[in-house]
Nanobody, 120 residues
Framework: QVQLVESGGGLVQPGGSLRLSCAAS????????MGWYRQAPGNQRELVAA???????NYVDSVKGRFTISRDNAKNTVYLQMNSLKPEDTAVYYC??????????????WGQGTQVTVSS
């Protein structure tokens, strides 16, 4: 069973930066889309940013110009560089990956979530 392992969350002051990482626990045949979602208390989970295997990127409007998503296909890893953080960015951030195993079976995996808290 492949797992997504996240790291990099924490507490940061407004205006600060954090970098999230998410890696697949073992080799996967093909990961088509990797992305980051977040969920704040009382809110629905929302897509923050996503990147395809060809490098097509999508961001939610509220993070454009502040967050940068990138991926290392060789390492099956996706990153989220978060700059100019605001209190409203506070949430649990989840990594997501969609693709195909070597067996040909499709998958849609989620990480365990990492807390990001922006507060003075």
């Amino acid at each position: 069973q492949v797992q997504l392992v996240e790291s990099g969350g924490g507490l940061v002051q407004p205006g600060g930066s954090l970098r999230l990482s998410c890696a697949a626990s073992r080799s996967i045949f093909s990961i088509n889309i990797m992305g980051w979602y977040r969920q704040a208390p009382g809110n629905q989970r929302e897509l923050v940013a996503a990147i395809t295997s060809r490098g097509i990127i999508n961001y939610v409007d509220s993070v454009k110009g502040r967050f940068t998503i990138s991926r290392d296909n060789a390492k099956n890893t996706v990153y989220l560089q978060m700059n100019s953080l605001k209190p409203e960015d506070t949430a649990v951030y989840y990594c997501n990956a969609e693709g195909t195993y070597y067996s040909g079976k499709n998958f849609d995996l989620w990480g365990q979530g990492t807390q990001v808290t922006v507060s003075s």
